[in-house]
């Protein structure tokens, strides 16, 4: 396979290493790898018989006519150059992009790939028992159940729960604070009618529990205080209920329930806090013979830590521990976004099968650091000027000041009364560019900025604060 590589000055040595042992020409183009146009790339391939042609994959021209005109493949190579033996490598197992760099593609394979072994691990997968048909225990995947706090109290109640299912729980549960009465759960259970998802109830109240019956699939908790009282109901009602210790030890308790005819049963230990006993806690899972319940929510919240490395590594606990069920919540701002993060994490688990870690599965956590650092070649230039302070003030722009903000997902800029809303700052900008709304190049410059630090914000689930640090 002869291959043509058209490349930039200042990426040339490095995309020579990667071809050395490949059929491979590297042809420099230019200064920038990038800037390539379709009658260069043309000429070059009217050179030599090529069976196909990778450009950098930070090269935005179209080369479909050049391919269509030649008979040879242009693929979008990587957007870094280090990338690139990886891609030739893989060259004769699969058919690379035209419109996606390399490097985008091979994460999406992966990403498709592990969707791809989820999905077929858990349609085989044996189970202790169903609820609402997802498997729980036996071989199949961790399943998350994510908390409504005081659920009585929300406003957009099946909103909220659909929400939290569409980021990855398996089960929601609804939490009742003492303030419930039964009529609160019967309101809460009649407006959910409609969810087809499996629904938890959160109380140990045996009349709460009693009210939630009719449609909850699983009560989370019983113990030897209120077994007795409403035991029987739940068994009658064939309700999941997740069991935990109290005055007599887990397993007496479990043994009283399936007494009282209860057949689906999560043993809870009860996991404590960082600082609170949270490795020894660890010992109350061994020895379990029900499906574990792994309630993790309360580490992730009880400690200044940012979620989703908590979250990773408590869901690697859960995994070790052989847990069927992991409890997470997003209580607080600093834990919002846990349900998605806690999804991803089990299906980390679930991935890593017979390796020793839970690395380089196709799917990661990796939220702010990077798995390894880009290696771009050294900058280019005669002369250097060290930047002076800028103004302590910006020069008033005469076509007025805008005002940033975040809402419903998406950036705001406020000019003259008027709201431009987009996903991404670049869209925002030009409109407010290309409608006359600037004039002065920096009041754009600020602007660029200011909108970027939004998109960042939503990106990353944080507050936005226009001139504040983000």
């Given at each position: 396979m002869r291959i043509l590589l058209p490349t930039g000055k200042k990426t040339a040595s490095i995309v020579q290493r990667a071809a050395g042992v490949y059929d491979a020409d590297v042809v420099v183009t230019g200064e920038i790898a990038s800037f390539l146009t379709p009658s260069q790339l043309a000429s070059l391939l009217k050179r030599g018989e090529y069976d196909l042609a990778i450009t950098s994959g930070m090269c935005t021209a179209d080369f479909r006519e050049v391919e269509a005109a030649s008979g040879v493949p242009v693929y979008r190579g990587p957007r870094h150059a280090a990338d690139l033996p990886l891609m030739l490598r893989l060259l004769s197992a699969m058919e690379f992009s035209r419109t996606v760099p390399a490097d985008e593609f091979l994460a999406l394979r992966r990403r498709q790939k592990a969707a791809g072994q989820l999905r077929r691990q858990e349609e085989g997968a044996a189970c202790a028992y169903r609820i609402r048909g997802l498997k729980i225990g036996g071989s199949s995947r961790i399943k998350v159940l994510a908390e409504i706090m005081d659920a009585h109290r929300q406003e957009h109640l099946a909103r909220e729960v659909e929400r939290y299912f569409s980021m990855g729980a398996d089960i929601v549960d609804l939490g009742f604070g003492f303030d419930a009465?039964?009529?609160?759960?019967?309101?809460?259970?009649?407006?959910?009618?409609?969810?087809e998802g499996p629904l938890a109830i959160d109380t140990q109240d045996p009349d709460l529990i009693r009210a939630g019956l009719g449609r909850a699939d699983l009560v989370l908790s019983l113990h030897d205080g209120n077994l007795p009282l409403v035991g029987d109901a739940v068994a009658a009602a064939d309700t999941a209920a997740v069991i935990v210790p109290r005055q007599r030890s887990l397993a007496e308790t479990i043994e009283a329930a399936r007494t009282l005819g209860i057949r689906r049963i999560l043993a809870d230990p009860l996991l404590q806090p960082v600082g609170s006993g949270l490795a020894a806690s660890l010992a109350g899972f061994s020895g379990i013979d029900e499906p574990a319940f792994f309630g993790a929510g309360n580490v992730t919240e009880l400690i200044d830590a940012d979620s989703p490395g908590v979250n990773a590594l408590l869901a690697g606990m859960a995994h070790e521990c052989g847990a069927a069920v992991i409890?997470?919540?997003?209580?607080?701002?600093?834990?919002?976004?846990?349900?998605?993060?806690?999804?991803r994490a089990v299906e980390m688990m679930a991935l890593m099968g017979d390796r020793p870690y839970p690395k380089d599965l196709g799917l990661d956590l990796l939220v702010i650091k990077e798995k390894r650092?880009?290696?771009?070649?050294?900058?280019?230039?005669?002369?250097?000027?060290?930047?002076?302070?800028?103004?302590?003030?910006?020069?008033?722009?005469?076509?007025?000041?805008?005002?940033?903000?975040?809402?419903?997902?998406m950036i705001v800029a406020v000019h003259d009364a008027v709201a431009i809303r987009g996903a991404c700052w670049e869209d925002v900008f030009s409109t407010l560019l290309r409608e006359g709304r600037l004039s002065l190049l920096d009041h754009a410059a600020y602007l660029g900025k200011e909108l970027y630090k939004a998109e960042l914000s939503l990106r990353f689930g944080r507050s936005y604060d226009q001139d504040g640090v983000f």
């Open positions: 009465t039964a009529e609160d759960v019967r309101r809460c259970m009649e407006a959910l009618s409609a969810v409890f997470t919540s997003e209580h607080s701002d600093k834990t919002r976004g846990s349900v998605a993060e806690m999804r650092k880009r290696r771009p070649p050294p900058l280019d230039y005669d002369a250097k000027t060290d930047a002076e302070p800028a103004r302590g003030e910006m020069e008033y722009d005469p076509k007025g000041n805008v005002r940033i903000g975040i809402e419903d997902g």
